[in-house]
């Protein structure tokens, strides 16, 4: 039986609608790459099916079909791919110095239209973040289909954010944004774990783990292509565990926390410099150009943040048996200046068994924009369903 034909759909209509979906999600999740062909031959739909599903969706401003770049005789190849009055993800990175707002396409392509910089407050942080995106929902309506919303902080049911070293609390992020139609508000470095799965270092992987260098550090549990959230959706919180040995106070309540030794301010404080409460990237981002240029101070810094990124990969590794090691932000910093350091405390650290087939230790290919990526993959995966579908294709008929 064809795959056109599976997952419980009774009528016509259903199949056909569940197949529109099939065919949206592959686009998107290929990075709009395929030809119609290849994707008719990975669904495991009939050549007249898809061909009928394309052209639907086209109608309805969904898809839109360019040429392939290379084709042999014959008829020229077609490539399905977002169509330009198509859905809209927005998707934010609230940083704890500053936002980033992108535009992201059906596919991936994600374009950054507006960067600012806040006081570190929440009200400072989210209330002109909020106008900003009620001029971009007006300025786009009605293409927008949600927004994604990635904060450096453990995110509880209802959208609420505790950052712990800038001081926010049970911080209501939909009530300040007071943003109309759907928002998904969720952990940065989860959101990073995600796009790991889908467009990076991840994609395949059963079990992975993700790791985000900032101010401090932050990771995630990937099973199956998910950030594994916990039971209250608070889980992973890698970063303050007591990994290192150390016993020093945290600001999250915890002693210890491993995340006090990797990072931007455990960095800067190597060197005697101001850190703490969201400042001082730009006074890292110097001394990792110092690390390159083989400043003597600032690579012993690099050295020691390594070690104990390395020591701490090793603990998760023996607890989680994942495939791979992801790293973002400074992360990849830390591992092209520091991998021998890095790699030297995660190989003492492993238990034997592990040390037989350990796992790949990888920078992100993604930079920064991971959790961008995640947040509008949060987006369309609550887009990319039946029911919203169809009421696209009901509005824009």
């Given at each position: 039986m064809r795959a056109e034909h599976e997952a419980g759909a009774t009528t016509s209509g259903a199949l056909r609608a569940h197949n529109r979906v099939r065919l949206l999600r592959a686009v998107h999740d290929c990075g709009a790459s395929l030809t119609r062909s290849a994707l008719t031959r990975d669904l495991g739909l009939a050549r007249g099916t898809a061909s009928v599903l394309v052209g639907e969706l086209a109608e309805s401003g969904l898809l839109h079909e360019e040429p392939a770049a290379e084709h042999g005789r014959g008829r020229p190849t077609q490539v399905p791919g977002p169509h330009p009055r198509g859905p809209i993800a927005l998707a934010v990175d609230v940083r704890e110095d500053a936002w980033e707002v992108a535009a992201c396409e059906l596919g991936g392509r994600a374009t950054v239209v507006e960067v600012r910089p806040h006081d570190g407050t929440p009200e400072g942080a989210l209330v002109p973040l909020g106008a900003a995106l009620r001029a971009r929902l007006e300025r786009l309506a009605p293409r927008v289909v949600g927004t994604g919303v990635a904060l450096a902080g453990p995110v509880r049911p209802g959208g609420l954010v505790d950052i712990a070293h800038l001081r926010w609390t049970s911080v209501d992020v939909p009530g300040l944004l007071a943003l109309p139609g759907p928002l998904v508000v969720g952990n940065d470095t989860a959101f990073a774990g995600l796009a790991e799965a889908r467009r990076g270092g991840l994609r395949g992987v059963a079990v992975g783990l993700h790791l985000h260098v900032d101010f401090d550090l932050g990771g995630t549990l990937i099973v199956d292509g998910r950030p594994l959230a916990g039971a209250t959706g608070v889980g992973a919180e890698f970063g303050h565990m007591p990994l290192t040995g150390g016993d020093a106070p945290c600001m999250c309540g915890a002693y210890g926390c491993w995340g006090q030794e990797v990072g931007t301010n455990a960095l800067l404080r190597h060197l005697g410099l101001a850190h703490g409460g969201g400042r001082g990237r730009d006074h890292a981002e110097r001394l990792l150009s110092a690390a390159t240029a083989g400043d003597e101070?600032?690579?012993?810094?690099?050295?020691?943040?390594?070690?104990?990124?390395?020591?701490?990969?090793?603990?998760?590794?023996?607890?989680?048996?994942?495939?791979?090691?992801?790293?973002?932000?400074?992360?990849?910093?830390?591992?092209?200046?520091?991998?021998?350091?890095?790699?030297?405390?995660?190989?003492?650290?492993?238990?034997?068994?592990?040390?037989?087939?350990?796992?790949?230790?990888?920078?992100?290919?993604?930079?920064?924009?991971?959790?961008?990526?995640?947040?509008?993959?949060?987006?369309f995966d609550a887009f990319l369903t039946v029911d919203a579908v169809d009421q696209w294709r009901r509005a824009h008929a």
């Amino acid at each position: 039986m064809r795959a056109e034909h599976e997952a419980g759909a009774t009528t016509s209509g259903a199949l056909r609608a569940h197949n529109r979906v099939r065919l949206l999600r592959a686009v998107h999740d290929c990075g709009a790459s395929l030809t119609r062909s290849a994707l008719t031959r990975d669904l495991g739909l009939a050549r007249g099916t898809a061909s009928v599903l394309v052209g639907e969706l086209a109608e309805s401003g969904l898809l839109h079909e360019e040429p392939a770049a290379e084709h042999g005789r014959g008829r020229p190849t077609q490539v399905p791919g977002p169509h330009p009055r198509g859905p809209i993800a927005l998707a934010v990175d609230v940083r704890e110095d500053a936002w980033e707002v992108a535009a992201c396409e059906l596919g991936g392509r994600a374009t950054v239209v507006e960067v600012r910089p806040h006081d570190g407050t929440p009200e400072g942080a989210l209330v002109p973040l909020g106008a900003a995106l009620r001029a971009r929902l007006e300025r786009l309506a009605p293409r927008v289909v949600g927004t994604g919303v990635a904060l450096a902080g453990p995110v509880r049911p209802g959208g609420l954010v505790d950052i712990a070293h800038l001081r926010w609390t049970s911080v209501d992020v939909p009530g300040l944004l007071a943003l109309p139609g759907p928002l998904v508000v969720g952990n940065d470095t989860a959101f990073a774990g995600l796009a790991e799965a889908r467009r990076g270092g991840l994609r395949g992987v059963a079990v992975g783990l993700h790791l985000h260098v900032d101010f401090d550090l932050g990771g995630t549990l990937i099973v199956d292509g998910r950030p594994l959230a916990g039971a209250t959706g608070v889980g992973a919180e890698f970063g303050h565990m007591p990994l290192t040995g150390g016993d020093a106070p945290c600001m999250c309540g915890a002693y210890g926390c491993w995340g006090q030794e990797v990072g931007t301010n455990a960095l800067l404080r190597h060197l005697g410099l101001a850190h703490g409460g969201g400042r001082g990237r730009d006074h890292a981002e110097r001394l990792l150009s110092a690390a390159t240029a083989g400043d003597e101070a600032a690579v012993r810094a690099v050295r020691s943040c390594a070690g104990a990124l390395g020591r701490g990969v090793s603990a998760l590794v023996n607890a989680h048996d994942p495939e791979a090691v992801t790293l973002s932000g400074f992360g990849v910093d830390l591992h092209r200046l520091a991998l021998p350091e890095l790699m030297e405390r995660f190989e003492r650290g492993l238990m034997a068994i592990r040390r037989e087939r350990p796992p790949r230790i990888v920078p992100s290919a993604l930079g920064w924009r991971g959790s961008l990526i995640g947040a509008m993959e949060s987006v369309f995966d609550a887009f990319l369903t039946v029911d919203a579908v169809d009421q696209w294709r009901r509005a824009h008929a």
